[in-house]
């Protein structure tokens, strides 16, 4: 009797593993691949020499600044959130001679953490308010399990906030951000974070002397 109640046991637990397994693998999840591989939504990926700019790509700086650095980043990422302050000094440096445009590449092996962050600062975006949440997220520090502290941090800014609720909890900005992590795989991007500064391309992170050196080799081409 003894050893029918261990081996039902073993069956339960083997059936509940696979359940888990097999539920968690049922989720949508973003991927890496390689660049002429599939994208996250099964198309074919082609490769990219440059990065594309948007209406919707978050900006800073003059619009018509002569020197554009993409950032490709994470906010699960802490060599992502040390690179603000440079990336402040950068602005206020070189207000006349750069901008800086966001591009979301979430962080894979945190995947949902880093997609709803992304999300979420889309969806503030929408009313405006995409940098003003983007810095609470840093200073906030990751992960954030659901979606009322997101909610929680949006209540800070001056944002509608049933609106902000209804974009995150339906998912409304996660094509715009599948959309970077495409293009980030289609630049052949595997690590943030991930400048693109004129010509050239610079992965991890860099100190103001860095990327002041980098700006000014760009401008005096």
């Not at 992304?118 to 906030?140: K, T, V």
Request: charged share 20%; net charge negative; glycine share 6%.
């Amino acid at each position: 009797m003894r050893r029918s109640y261990v081996f039902i046991a073993i069956v339960i637990l083997l059936a509940t593993s696979l359940l888990i397994v097999f539920g968690l693998s049922a989720l949508p999840r973003l991927r890496p691949t390689d660049a002429e591989g599939e994208s996250v939504t099964g198309r074919l990926l082609t490769p990219l020499s440059e990065p594309t700019y948007s209406f919707i790509n978050p900006t800073r700086g003059m619009v018509n600044a002569p020197l554009t650095i993409y950032q490709f980043s994470d906010y699960t990422c802490s060599a992502c959130a040390s690179m603000e302050p440079v990336l402040e000094q950068i602005l206020s440096d070189y207000q006349t001679q750069v901008r800086l445009v966001w591009k979301d590449f979430p962080h894979v092996g945190l995947q949902q953490e880093s997609i709803n962050a992304a999300m979420a600062a889309r969806c503030a975006g929408l009313q405006g308010a995409f940098w003003e949440y983007h810095d609470l997220l840093l200073a906030e520090g990751l992960p954030l399990m659901n979606l009322s502290s997101y909610v929680a941090l949006a209540a800070q800014l001056n944002v509608d906030l049933a609106s902000f609720e209804n974009c995150l909890g339906q998912e409304q900005t996660r094509a715009v951000v599948e959309r970077d992590f495409e293009e980030g795989l289609r630049l052949n991007i595997d690590a943030t974070p991930y400048f693109f500064i004129g010509q050239r391309r610079v992965s991890g992170g860099l100190t103001y002397e860095q990327m002041a050196g980098f700006i000014r080799h760009e401008l005096d081409r």
